[in-house]
């Protein structure tokens, strides 16, 4: 109950707008980023409407539940107030008071920002409590009066920012202390995963892996044979590309362990040593 509590209101803590990286996004997430304004804009023309009545509809399986999408509020002391989703359970309850310290001090300011009469979006990572996962989660809210309304949504996809980032961060641990580095991917530290990213390294001496941030089974398994699912060699073709230029991009279909989806992929490769260090992200269209 409390991780679930804690997951709910830390988009709340947050609801000073933040000023982050800008992300690359593909149609899906503009798409879903589009239905959850919209189901916000919804839920905030109908609250206007019809006031505190309107938590009534909130918190049922109807129009203001969007597929996984859903409205959820609470007042400026803390008080949830309607839910479309596992919170339900917590309406009537000061779910503040649950909260670890410095979580409660930053729900706290949050519910002292004043009312602008705008939807503002905020942006960070938190537990999904539908996988498991620590995933970028984006909300957006309104306040009206002391009530306020949000709508938040998981990005899953990792962009070409965050791949760039993880390999250089990757290459420069391989290449000031191999061993432990692989140990550290293998150990599947959260320092190399990423959502859906994840560093893998190649011994370019035996073309085997020494080191997989999402499946430790292929560690010792022989890269050079590795085929996507329509059986296109894409472990010699990556081999190819680092031993003739170092370093280089590869495009090719994996299964996207978030998703479970075969999706397209695009893969950054560099020659450090005589490992191959890579890093790749799912893109569009996949």
Same mark, same amino acid.
């Given at each position: 109950m409390k991780r679930l509590l804690s *997951?709910?209101?830390f988009c709340f803590a947050c609801l000073a707008p933040l000023h982050l990286p800008a992300a690359t996004s593909t149609a899906a997430d503009a798409a879903q980023a589009q239905r959850a304004r919209q189901l916000?804009?919804?839920?905030?023309?109908?609250?206007?409407?019809?006031?505190?009545?309107?938590?009534?509809?909130?918190?049922?399986?109807?129009?203001?539940?969007?597929?996984?999408?859903?409205v959820y509020v609470v007042d400026s002391? +803390?008080?949830?107030?309607? &839910?479309?989703?596992? &919170?339900?359970?917590?309406?009537g309850r000061d779910v503040s008071q649950l909260l670890d310290p410095n979580m409660r001090t930053q729900f706290a300011k949050a519910l002292k920002a004043p009312e602008n009469g705008k939807v503002q979006e905020t942006e960070y990572r938190w537990k999904n409590w539908a996988d498991g996962r620590v995933e970028r989660k984006h909300t957006y809210y309104q306040r009206m009066g002391d009530?306020?309304?949000?709508?938040?949504?998981?990005?899953?996809?990792?962009?070409?920012?965050?791949?760039?980032?993880?390999?250089?961060?990757?290459?420069?641990?391989?290449?000031?202390?191999?061993? *432990?580095?692989f140990k550290r991917i293998n150990d599947l530290d959260k320092a190399f995963i990423e959502d859906d990213l994840y560093a893998f390294v190649v011994d370019m001496d035996t073309s085997k892996f020494v080191a997989h941030g999402y499946n430790t089974r292929m560690v010792?398994?022989?890269? *050079?044979?590795?085929?996507?699912?329509?059986?296109?060699?894409? /472990?010699?073709?990556?081999?190819?590309?680092?031993?003739?230029? /170092?370093? +280089?991009?590869?495009?090719?279909?994996?299964?996207?362990?978030?998703?479970?989806?075969v999706e397209s992929k695009h893969a950054l490769l560099r020659k450090s040593g005589h490992?191959?260090?890579?890093?790749?992200?799912?893109t569009a269209g996949g």
């Amino acid at each position: 109950m409390k991780r679930l509590l804690s *997951a709910l209101l830390f988009c709340f803590a947050c609801l000073a707008p933040l000023h982050l990286p800008a992300a690359t996004s593909t149609a899906a997430d503009a798409a879903q980023a589009q239905r959850a304004r919209q189901l916000l804009e919804k839920a905030v023309a109908y609250y206007r409407q019809e006031g505190d009545k309107a938590f009534a509809a909130f918190s049922r399986q109807g129009e203001f539940v969007d597929n996984e999408l859903y409205v959820y509020v609470v007042d400026s002391k +803390g008080v949830m107030l309607a &839910s479309g989703g596992p &919170s339900v359970v917590l309406i009537g309850r000061d779910v503040s008071q649950l909260l670890d310290p410095n979580m409660r001090t930053q729900f706290a300011k949050a519910l002292k920002a004043p009312e602008n009469g705008k939807v503002q979006e905020t942006e960070y990572r938190w537990k999904n409590w539908a996988d498991g996962r620590v995933e970028r989660k984006h909300t957006y809210y309104q306040r009206m009066g002391d009530r306020f309304l949000a709508v938040g949504y998981y990005i899953p996809r990792a962009d070409a920012r965050q791949a760039e980032a993880m390999l250089e961060k990757t290459v420069k641990a391989v290449e000031g202390a191999p061993e *432990a580095t692989f140990k550290r991917i293998n150990d599947l530290d959260k320092a190399f995963i990423e959502d859906d990213l994840y560093a893998f390294v190649v011994d370019m001496d035996t073309s085997k892996f020494v080191a997989h941030g999402y499946n430790t089974r292929m560690v010792g398994t022989d890269f *050079a044979g590795l085929k996507d699912p329509a059986g296109n060699a894409i /472990g010699q073709a990556m081999l190819a590309l680092a031993k003739s230029k /170092g370093e +280089g991009q590869f495009d090719y279909q994996w299964r996207n362990p978030v998703t479970g989806k075969v999706e397209s992929k695009h893969a950054l490769l560099r020659k450090s040593g005589h490992y191959l260090v890579a890093v790749g992200y799912y893109t569009a269209g996949g």
